[in-house]
């Protein structure tokens, strides 16, 4: 909770207001703010976050320019850039799966977009298998996935239908690895939390890449801290506790790959987390 510090009320779009109080700023200036009511919280991540990637930029809601936009954005390779060390750490997976004879990779991904995850195995790993089961709120993405991708699953979902997913949904008992990229950020710590706890009971790894400043919960391990990429940006984004998330949920052999900073435009705190639990440790 707030403790005295100077709280002000602001727009967080037209139609959303938080209180809020700023906690300090990152390396290029953007301001750091804590929400410390949860009724705030609630109305930025249902009314702002999950409105913008479920229904704006839905089948029925976007124009078939902005589907296209969002196409072309997806097409980059997490080889390219601030996602590289995302690309190791699933050739590490590999390389690992390839010493014990196996030839097959399990992933259940939420957040999966149109299929990136997919896309990248294919082309730097097309000797593996990959066993792909996905979960994308932007419908379209997961029509596009299905196509791309006939051999996948995919279905039309976010973290609330995620958690209330079980074995007999995904049509397995276990995958190998969870993996979240650029999604555990869109979502508000509690939600963050019981996202690592469900998939703790499928997967004994996670992959995610995010924006880790607040890892350690240096910032603020109780009030939901929040950043926006650009001034004029709409969106907003969480800097979540994960490494006490992360235990919590079993995953206690943390590795973490910070993006080396080369720009302004990236955001605090940009790495990569491979978290596993101890039994899955040579
Ligand atoms: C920046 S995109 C990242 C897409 C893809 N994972 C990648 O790395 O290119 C953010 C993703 O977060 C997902 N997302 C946003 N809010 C979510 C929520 N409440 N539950 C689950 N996923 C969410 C979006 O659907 C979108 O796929």
Not at 4 to 28: H, M, P, Q
Not at 96 to 122: V, Y
Not at 155 to 180: H, K
Not at 252 to 259: R, S, Y
Request: glycine content about 6%; some cysteine; charged content about 25%.
């Amino acid at each position: 909770m707030n403790s005295g510090r100077d709280l002000f009320t602001f727009a967080v779009t037209e139609s959303v207001e938080a209180r809020a109080y700023i906690t300090g700023r990152d390396f290029a200036g953007r301001p750091l703010l804590a929400l410390p009511f949860s009724e705030d919280v609630r109305a930025v991540y249902q009314d702002l976050q999950i409105t913008f990637w479920r229904d704006v930029r839905s089948r029925t809601n976007a124009s078939p320019q902005l589907r296209a936009i969002i196409l072309r954005q997806q097409q980059i390779d997490y080889s390219q850039g601030t996602k590289e060390s995302l690309a190791s750490y699933l050739g590490d997976c590999v390389a690992e799966a390839k010493a014990k004879g196996i030839d097959e990779i399990s992933i259940l991904e939420l957040g999966c977009a149109n299929g990136p995850t997919i896309r990248h195995m294919r082309n730097f790993f097309p000797e593996i298998k990959v066993r792909f089961f996905g979960i994308e709120l932007t419908d379209f993405l997961v029509d596009n996935l299905l196509v791309r991708h006939p051999e996948a699953r995919a279905i039309p979902g976010g973290v609330d239908e995620f958690l209330a997913m079980s074995a007999e949904d995904f049509g397995v008992q276990s995958f190998d690895l969870f993996l979240a990229s650029g999604v555990l950020c869109q979502v508000p710590p509690d939600a963050a939390a019981k996202t690592l706890a469900h998939a703790s009971r499928f997967c004994d790894q996670v992959l995610m890449w995010d924006y880790l400043l607040n890892m350690g919960g240096q910032i603020s391990d109780s009030d939901p801290i929040i950043f926006k990429l650009a001034e004029d940006s709409q969106h907003i984004l969480f800097l979540n506790p994960y490494e006490k998330m992360l235990r919590d949920a079993g995953f206690t052999q943390i590795d973490v790959t910070p993006t080396a900073v080369s720009s302004t435009t990236q955001g605090p705190g940009e790495g990569s987390v491979r978290a596993r639990k101890p039994s899955t440790v040579d």
